[in-house]
């Protein structure tokens, strides 16, 4: 998660990445706060398991404690 910033288009809004290591893609996510990261991933998990046809394994975090 990364924010706020000072653009225009991006007023006081942070942003969340989820990246797939193995397959290199990345999903971008807007967010008011941090504290919206907990019900951003619970939509994305699901999409993403759906999408791949794969159960997601293990989700690797940089300790910010957004998902704890």
């Known amino acids: 998660m990364c924010g706020p910033f000072e653009v225009s288009f991006l007023p006081k809004n942070k942003v969340i990445s989820f990246v797939d290591e193995y397959s ?3 999903w971008l996510y807007l967010i008011k706060a941090k504290g919206d990261v907990i019900a951003v991933f619970k939509k994305f998990k699901p999409m993403v398991e759906k999408q791949s046809e794969k159960a997601m394994k293990i989700l690797e ?3 910010g404690g957004e998902y704890t």
Request: charge should be positive; include cysteine.
């Open 61 to 63: 975090t940089k300790g």
């Open 24 to 26: 290199c893609m990345m």
